[in-house]
Nanobody
Framework: QVQLVESGGGLVQPGGSLRLSCAAS????????MGWYRQAPGKQRELVAT???????NYADSVKGRFTISRDNAKNTVYLQMNSLKPEDTALYYC??????????????WGQGTQVTVSS
């Protein structure tokens, strides 16, 4: 019904930058809040940042001032600009979206994840 496809992960040195993208497709009527979560090995999945359809944002304390979330509603796409990356940012990053389908059903969709590795 809804597919989220992430891209932009990779290997970067400490202090470097990466930009993640996540495009939603399918039987979408509208998308509510979109967000990014991450899960490091041996740890629980945690919220990184969210953005509402109106553009209000929320960030985890650990990424405030370094990461910026944005979205293009016309393209059903959310972005995560990650600057000043640290080794502790290494994780599998997942895209998330709250979606109202054309059949007027609310669903929560997850992407398959994109790996971010910060290492020298």
């Amino acid at each position: 019904q809804v597919q989220l496809v992430e891209s932009g992960g990779g290997l970067v040195q400490p202090g470097g930058s990466l930009r993640l993208s996540c495009a939603a497709s399918g039987s979408i009527f509208t998308i509510y809040t979109m967000g990014w979560y991450r899960q490091a090995p041996g740890k629980q999945r945690e919220l990184v940042a969210t953005i509402t359809s109106g553009g209000s944002t929320n960030y985890a304390d650990s990424v405030k001032g370094r990461f910026t979330i944005s979205r293009d509603n016309a393209k059903n796409t959310v972005y995560l600009q990650m600057n000043s990356l640290k080794p502790e940012d290494t994780a599998l990053y997942y895209c998330n979206a709250g979606v109202l389908l054309v059949i007027m059903k609310d669903v929560t969709a997850w992407g398959q994840g994109t790996q971010v590795t910060v290492s020298s």
